[in-house]
C-alpha cells in the first residue's frame, strides 16, 4: 500500500476509477511515458492510459470469449 501512497495524486485519482488491477509501478511507469509522449499534460496522459487500459481489456476479452464478445470490440 505504500507504494499507492508514493504515486502522484492525479495518478493515484485515476487508478482509484480504473478497471483493471494496476500494480504502481507498472502504473508509474505507464504514466511517465504518457506524460512524455503528452508534453507533461496531464489530462492527456490519463487520457492515454485509460486507452492503454481499454486496449487491454479488449485483448483479455478476445483470448477469454473471442473475437464476438462486445469487451473484444472496444479498440
Given at each position: 500500500m505504500?507504494?499507492?501512497?508514493?504515486?502522484?495524486a492525479e495518478l493515484r485519482l485515476w487508478v482509484a476509477e480504473a478497471t483493471l488491477p494496476w500494480s504502481p509501478r507498472s502504473t508509474l511507469r505507464a504514466w511517465?511515458?504518457?506524460l512524455k509522449s503528452?508534453?507533461?499534460d496531464t489530462a492527456r496522459a490519463?487520457?492515454?492510459l485509460t486507452?492503454?487500459?481499454q486496449?487491454?481489456?479488449a485483448?483479455?476479452?478476445r483470448k477469454t470469449w473471442g473475437y464476438d464478445h462486445p469487451a473484444a470490440q472496444r479498440v
Open positions: 505504500a507504494a499507492y501512497d508514493r504515486l502522484p511517465r511515458q504518457a503528452c508534453g507533461g490519463k487520457q492515454v486507452r492503454v487500459e486496449r487491454q481489456i485483448k483479455d476479452a
